[in-house]
């Protein structure tokens, strides 16, 4: 059984920085894709990074309104994959949520939420401006 779990939420002000974690174990297949999505109450969930495993190389994704301030990498012993997240605004407002799913060949990985058949239950992030 997939499980995910999410932690590092919290409350900071525009400007800082968090950085989110994501355990995760079941998966039967050694490449897959994890991603990280976003939720705020009322709107639909959005894709924010994601990351290839498998090998010893790394394919990242991210979205538009997050590249260059956030940065989703994986941990090489353990299986954890972090979002880092720099240069918080108050628009980055929302509960974030780890997925994982099962790579395919000669794709890239997703970052639309209906691509993930696995989720985590979600941390909160809370920026003040």
């Known amino acids: 059984q997939v499980q995910l779990m999410e932690s590092g939420g919290g409350s900071v002000q525009a400007g800082g920085s968090l950085r989110l974690s994501c355990d995760f174990s079941g998966m039967t297949t050694e490449k897959y894709y994890v991603g990280w999505s976003r939720q705020v109450p009322g709107k639909e969930r959005e894709g924010v990074a994601a990351?290839?495993?498998?090998?010893?190389?790394?394919?990242?994704r991210y979205a538009d309104y997050v590249r260059g301030r956030f940065t989703i990498s994986r941990e090489k012993v353990k299986i954890v994959v972090y979002l880092q997240m720099n240069s918080l605004m108050f628009a980055d407002t929302a509960i974030y949520y780890c997925a994982a799913v099962g790579s395919r060949p000669n794709s890239i990985p997703p970052l639309r939420s209906s691509d993930y058949p696995f989720w985590g239950q979600g941390t909160l992030v809370t920026v003040s401006s």
């Open positions: 990351i290839y495993i498998g090998g010893t190389g790394s394919i990242t």
